[in-house]
T-cell receptor, first 119, second 115 residues
C-alpha cells in the first residue's frame, strides 16, 4: 500500500522568509510518480510539479524548488522569499504506474500543509 | 487552453436524495478520475476510467456509481445521500498518449451540500 505523510499540519511565516514543506512517502513499487499541488482558499487544485522515481535531479522554478531523495523517501518543497499569495494548502501526492491495460491509478494525497504567509 | 469542466459547481440536496455530477475532460484526454474532499481533508480517490472502462477503484461507497461515455465525459451518480457525503468533488483528466503517465488536470470541483 502506498502512503504519503506531510507531518507539518500548519506553517506560519512572515513574508520574504524561506519555507520548506516536508513530504515523506511509502510505496512498494520501484517506479512511481510524485506530485505537489496547491489549493488556495478558492478551492481549486493547482498542479505544481511531477517527478518520476528515476529522476532524482532537483528542480527549480522561479521561487519554487523541489528536493527529491529516494534514500530517505522524501520529496520536499521549498518556497524562497515567500509572498502572501503563496498562502494555501499544499498537498504532496503519489501515483504508481498503471498496469499493462493502460489508464492510471488514482493519486494518494498527504493530509496537506496549510501555509500561512503573514505580511 | 481548455480545462476540465464540472457541472454543477454547487449542489444542495436533502438526505436520501440522489445526485449526478458531470465531468467533461480536456479534449483528447482519455482518462477521468473522481476524488472526494471532505472539509479540512485531503482529496480521496474514488474511481477512474480509461477509454470508457473502469481503470482503478478507491474508496467509493456502494451507493455511488460512475461511468465514462463515448465522448469521454463522465458522470458520478450518488444515491441515498447522507450528511457525510457533503464534500468537494473533483474530477481530473489525463492523457495516456505519449508519456507513460501524464499529470492529472483537475476541474474546479462540485461542492455538494447534503441537508
Amino acid at each position: 500500500a502506498q502512503k504519503v505523510t506531510q507531518a507539518q499540519t500548519e506553517i506560519s511565516v512572515v513574508e520574504k522568509e524561506d519555507v520548506t514543506l516536508d513530504c515523506v512517502y511509502e510505496t512498494r513499487d520501484t517506479t512511481y510518480y510524485l506530485f505537489w499541488y496547491k489549493q488556495p482558499p478558492s478551492g481549486e487544485l493547482v498542479f505544481l510539479i511531477r517527478r518520476n522515481s528515476f529522476d532524482e535531479q532537483n528542480e527549480i522554478s522561479g521561487r519554487y524548488s523541489w528536493n527529491f531523495q529516494k534514500s530517505t523517501s522524501s520529496f520536499n518543497f521549498t518556497i524562497t522569499a515567500s509572498q502572501v499569495v503563496d498562502s494555501a494548502v499544499y498537498f504532496c501526492a503519489l501515483s504508481e504506474l498503471p498496469g499493462t491495460g493502460g489508464g492510471a491509478d488514482g493519486l494518494t494525497f498527504g493530509k496537506g500543509t496549510h501555509l500561512i504567509i503573514q505580511p | 487552453a481548455a480545462g476540465v469542466i464540472q457541472s454543477p459547481r454547487h449542489l444542495i440536496k436533502e438526505k436520501r436524495e440522489t445526485a449526478t455530477l458531470k465531468c467533461y475532460p480536456i479534449p483528447r484526454h482519455d482518462t477521468v478520475y473522481w476524488y472526494q474532499q471532505g472539509p479540512g481533508q485531503d482529496p480521496q480517490f474514488l474511481i477512474s476510467f480509461y477509454e470508457k472502462m473502469q481503470s482503478d477503484k478507491g474508496s467509493i461507497p456502494d451507493r455511488f456509481s460512475a461511468q465514462q461515455f463515448s465522448d469521454y465525459h463522465s458522470e458520478l451518480n450518488m444515491s441515498s445521500l447522507e450528511l457525510g457525503d457533503s464534500a468537494l468533488y473533483f474530477c481530473a483528466s489525463s492523457s495516456s498518449f505519449g508519456s507513460v503517465l501524464s499529470e492529472q488536470f483537475f476541474g474546479p470541483g462540485t461542492r455538494l451540500t447534503v441537508l
